[in-house]
């Protein structure tokens, strides 16, 4: 078995050059595994699933279809940016919708992936925000506006977490301590392999807890690093996309 695993690629529409540089990224390198992992954050301003939201991102939409058709098996766990995604996704696009985490076994080795937006316990604020935008009152109310208005809403909220995310840890390494450790506490629960996006800061670090050697990789993003993770059924591997530009 073979998989390929992305994150927070933050597409903001349709036509962009990032856009177009993604779809092709799926065209032609996503459809070389089997199983296609995206773990939230792909795009920018997804707050519930629209008929305004399907047709600006109508592109992106098509090419996970056709991966699907063609007999992939592709998985969208929610990020902090494109959430409640409905049953658009499953039912008209044949993608797997999670949540909040997936957790599988490979080559005998336990995998957990998570998005990461839940990674720093001490981000109260972040998990307050969280909170509220993802209840059902909240998207009781924003079923009233107009699709267009909650796209912009959508923005605004995507600002905010952003806010969140930057004051709960303002130095890189420190960001990354945090998050590795994180990953040694899931670690102690069994799990083998940690893998999680959100802070956009690709790492890869290995420790051992007892008698196991474990695994934590962040994906990285592509805003700044286009980096992503390939899966041969042995060991993964970061990569970064050769084409930053069309």
Known sequence: ?????????????????????FVRFLQEVASQFKKIYLLGDVFDV?????????RIYRPVLQALKNLVEDGHEVHFLEGNHDFRLG???QEQLGVIVHTDLIEETWNGKKIFMAHGDLGNPRDLGYKALRYVLRHDLTHTVLKALPEDYIYKMGAKTS???R????NSEKIETQIRQTYRQTAEKIFRTGQDVVIMGHTHLPDDVTTLIGNRSCRYINTGDWVTHFTYLEFDGTQFYTKTHPLKTL
């Open 1 to 21: 078995m073979t998989a390929i695993i992305v994150s927070d690629v933050h597409l903001r529409d349709g036509t962009s050059v990032k856009t177009t540089l």
């Open 163 to 166: 806010k969140y995310q930057k």
């Open 87 to 89: 049953n658009y996704f």
């Open 159 to 161: 600002q905010l977490s």
């Open 46 to 54: 997804w707050p519930g699933t629209n008929s305004f939201l399907i």
